[in-house]
Nanobody, 123 residues
Framework: QVQLVEAGGGLVQAGGSLRLSCAAS????????MGWFRQAPGKEREFVGA????????DYADSVKGRFTISRDNTKNAVYLQMNSLKPEDTAVYYC????????????????WGQGTLVTVSS
């Protein structure tokens, strides 16, 4: 069973930066597509970005493109989300997830999920 644990959330002022990390254990991390999703208060969970198993392909939601960057280190079984120029509307619980079957940007295809880490951006 794959376990995912996010870290790095917190309170930041608008315009600031945060780096989230997600540590994986179990399974074969280096073969999984990894995704980041978020759920703001009162809203549905939404796609933020994804990175292929090799790191050679990334995709981002339009709302974060140019501000957020996903990276991974397969030697450490970890994936990261660097968030710059944060806005109050980025406030949400951020989840990492693993897709063991292919490359997807829709959450229904993801098999394993972390518990999430809260990011709060103050104005």
């Amino acid at each position: 069973q794959v376990q995912l644990v996010e870290a790095g959330g917190g309170l930041v002022q608008a315009g600031g930066s945060l780096r989230l990390s997600c540590a994986a254990s179990g399974g074969t991390f280096s073969t999984y597509t990894m995704g980041w999703f978020r759920q703001a208060p009162g809203k549905e969970r939404e796609f933020v970005g994804a990175i292929s198993w090799s790191g050679g392909r990334t995709d981002y939601a339009d709302s974060v493109k140019g501000r957020f960057t996903i990276s991974r280190d397969n030697t450490k079984n970890a994936v990261y989300l660097q968030m710059n120029s944060l806005k109050p509307e980025d406030t949400a619980v951020y989840y990492c997830a693993a897709d063991r079957r292919g490359y997807a940007t829709t959450q229904t295809w993801y098999d394993y999920w972390g518990q999430g880490t809260l990011v709060t951006v103050s104005s």
